[in-house]
């Protein structure tokens, strides 16, 4: 069963532009979302998170915006560098599940050419 | 900057041999993890450890897993009889406080033959 969903397994973006990194969710429990960056032969690194009761929060370039009733959420990375190609992980969790409770999506491959 | 290190990066096994995947959390959290992603699917988690027990585990972490604090800095995972299905990417995490921004290490790929 896929409860996050990230349906673009590859995402190709020019540097300097904004990359869009999409990611679904099936659990109405959910209720705080992160997302995750790993590069090859690296463990996952967290990057950014939101909480159910916010619908937007920032972090110098990076921006994730949860719409909760459509059950989506986004990473928008603006502008885009070379540095930011990796595999970028969506997951969620619900209150007091802590790590434990944390459902990952299969991650999406953010190649950003020069 | 303090990081979660894993041994071996690679192992190699045949079915049916027991192999231990080792892990030294980051020395002041308390909270340690395995996941593991079978390649093209997602990251899942096995099983949560805290105060030097079990504190929550999967549905994949069955009797043939098993977990373990032997001294003050490492945290291994034992697969006792491994199945080709067993075929991974291991990561370890640690976290402080038991929140989701876990600290992972760098991962044992597993390759069960």
Same mark, same amino acid.
């Given at each position: 069963?896929?409860?996050?969903?990230?349906?673009?397994?590859?995402?190709?973006?020019?540097?300097?532009?904004?990359?869009?990194?999409?990611?679904?969710?099936?659990?109405?429990?959910?209720?705080?979302?992160?997302?995750?960056?790993?590069?090859?032969?690296?463990?996952?690194?967290?990057?950014?998170?939101? *909480? *159910?009761?916010?619908?937007?929060?920032?972090?110098?370039?990076?921006?994730?915006?949860?719409?909760?009733?459509?059950?989506?959420?986004?990473?928008?990375?603006?502008?885009?560098?070379?540095?930011?190609?990796?595999?970028?992980?969506?997951?969620? *969790?619900?209150?007091?599940?802590?790590?434990?409770?944390?459902?990952?999506?299969?991650?999406?491959?953010?190649?950003?050419?020069? | 900057?303090?990081?979660?290190?894993?041994?071996?990066?690679?192992? +190699?096994?045949?079915?049916?041999?027991?192999?231990?995947?080792?892990? +030294?959390?980051?020395?002041?959290?308390?909270?340690?993890?395995?996941?593991?992603?079978?390649?093209?699917? &997602?990251?899942?988690?096995?099983?949560?450890?805290?105060?030097?027990?079990?504190?929550?585990?999967?549905?994949?972490?069955? !009797?043939?897993?098993? +977990?373990?604090?032997? !001294?003050?800095?490492?945290?291994?995972?034992?697969?006792?009889?491994? &199945?080709?299905? !067993?075929?991974?990417?291991?990561?370890?995490?640690?976290?402080?406080?038991?929140?989701?921004?876990?600290?992972?290490?760098?991962?044992?790929?597993?390759? +069960?033959?």
């Amino acid at each position: 069963d896929q409860q996050v969903k990230q349906n673009s397994p590859s995402l190709s973006v020019q540097e300097g532009r904004i990359s869009i990194l999409n990611c679904d969710y099936t659990n109405s429990m959910f209720d705080y979302f992160l997302w995750y960056k790993k590069y090859p032969a690296e463990g996952p690194t967290f990057l950014i998170s939101i *909480s *159910s009761i916010k619908d937007k929060n920032e972090d110098g370039r990076f921006t994730v915006f949860l719409n909760k009733s459509a059950k989506h959420l986004s990473l928008h990375i603006v502008p885009s560098q070379p540095g930011d190609s990796a595999v970028y992980f969506c997951a969620a *969790s619900y209150s007091g599940g802590g790590a434990d409770g944390l459902t990952f999506g299969k991650g999406t491959h953010l190649i950003i050419q020069p | 900057e303090p990081e979660v290190t894993q041994t071996p990066s690679h192992q +190699v096994t045949q079915m049916g041999q027991e192999v231990i995947l080792r892990c +030294v959390p980051i020395s002041n959290h308390l909270y340690f993890y395995w996941y593991r992603q079978i390649l093209g699917q &997602k990251v899942e988690f096995l099983v949560s450890f805290y105060n030097n027990e079990i504190s929550e585990k999967s549905e994949i972490f069955d !009797d043939q897993f098993s +977990v373990e604090r032997p !001294d003050g800095s490492n945290f291994t995972l034992k697969i006792r009889s491994t &199945k080709l299905e !067993d075929s991974a990417m291991y990561f370890c995490a640690s976290t402080p406080w038991g929140d989701e921004k876990l600290f992972f290490g760098s991962g044992t790929q597993l390759s +069960v033959l």
